[in-house]
């Protein structure tokens, strides 16, 4: 009986030691050795100084979020169940700051969706800008949904962006375009930003910012 009591051990730990091999294999969806996906939702970046535009009205700040985090907006595909709209001003940038552990290589990723139709966006109506670099990318392909069940998908931006050892800033950059029925400046909405990097990222959520939507202006 103790014979087998410690084969059955044994079975179980080789087992264990296959799992985690396993889930480290799985964690690597690039097929780059090493690399770890990191999601930066842009519902958590600081958003206290940019002033946003939208089709009918306009909203800043924290109150550019959509969405209320529920079960029913993740199964969209609203990746933590909210996003940034009112993109739709000249100038606008969202700013995605990080911390590397070292220098190193990444792929960059947005999520997107349009409410504005079919949109195309390329280097000369949305920049990516890494660290005051613009990224060079081919046009990407953003489906028109409606806001409710605004439908996000993944656009890779580069496989080939530095990263540095300490802090980065990704920028979103709206210019000056005719997104917008062919005549307004428009953009798209901004679900969360992806780095495939063999570094060790960090950085600061501001979990709060929905919850304090509604409240710019008010006495604390
Ligand atoms: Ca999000």
Redesign the pocket.
């Known amino acids: 009986m103790k014979t087998k009591r410690i084969a059955t051990v044994l079975l179980a730990g080789v087992l264990a030691v296959a799992a985690v091999a396993a889930f480290t294999a799985c964690g690597d969806s690039t097929g780059t050795s090493g690399s770890d996906t990191y999601v930066m ?3 958590y970046i600081d958003l206290d100084d940019v002033s946003g535009a939208g089709i009918s009205s306009d909203q800043s700040g924290v109150d550019m979020i959509y969405g209320d985090g529920t079960e029913a907006q993740k199964e969209l595909g ?3 169940g ?2 940034v709209g009112y993109t739709y001003s000249s100038g606008l940038e969202l700013n995605f700051v990080f911390d590397s552990d070292k220098d190193a290589t990444a792929t960059v990723i947005l999520r997107l969706g349009s409410e504005l139709g079919d949109i195309n966006l390329d280097p000369t109506n949305f920049s990516v800008i890494l660290n005051g670099t613009e990224i060079t990318y081919s046009s990407m392909y953003v489906e028109n949904s409606s806001i409710d069940s605004m439908k996000f998908t993944d656009k890779t931006v580069t496989s080939s962006a530095s990263v540095k050892k300490g802090e980065n800033t990704l920028t979103l950059k709206v210019l000056s375009n005719t997104l917008m029925n062919g005549t307004k400046t428009g953009g798209p909405c901004v ?2 930003v992806k780095l495939q990097t063999s570094a060790k990222l960090t950085w600061t959520d501001k979990t709060d910012n929905p919850d304090r939507r509604g409240s710019i202006g008010e006495l604390e």
Do not use: G, I, L, V
């Open positions: 939702e842009a519902e609203w990746s933590n909210y996003f679900d969360c």
